[in-house]
């Protein structure tokens, strides 16, 4: 079972960056669609940013459009580049992964098949 590791969260000014990483040890994604998800306590999950490694296809929220860039730094490891950010993009944001041969329809929302523990992003005004 491929488990799926966040890291690069943590504390910073609004205006600031920070950059998430996504990988998976000994494995490679081929054929996946990555995505990026964010939650805060009492709301809903929001999917931000999604890739699919076979042909670099992306999707973005309109919530992040502009500041946030999903990219796959290699073979096992897929980042997100998080700029300017603003107080409401605390939360604790989550990789997931879904393995397609034809692609992703995004958003892929519920549809992805593992998912990380996931790592904290605080900003601060």
């Known amino acids: 079972q491929v488990q799926l590791q966040e890291s690069g969260g943590g504390s910073v000014q609004s205006g600031g960056s920070l950059r998430l990483s996504c990988s998976a040890l000994?494995?490679?994604?081929?054929?996946?669609?990555m995505g990026w998800f964010r939650q805060v306590p009492g709301k809903e999950r929001e999917e931000v940013a999604g890739i699919y490694t076979a042909d670099g296809s992306i999707f973005y929220a309109v919530s992040v459009k502009d500041r946030f860039t999903i990219s796959q730094d290699s073979a096992n490891m897929v980042s997100l580049q998080m700029n300017m950010v603003k107080p409401e993009d605390t939360a604790t944001y989550f990789c997931?992964?879904?393995?397609?041969?034809?692609?992703?329809?995004?958003?892929?929302?519920?549809?992805?098949?593992?998912w990380g523990q996931g790592t904290q992003v605080t900003v601060s005004s």
């Open positions: 000994g494995y490679t994604f081929s054929r996946y669609c």
């Open positions: 997931a992964a879904r393995y397609s041969l034809w692609g992703c329809r995004w958003p892929l929302a519920n549809a992805y098949d593992i």
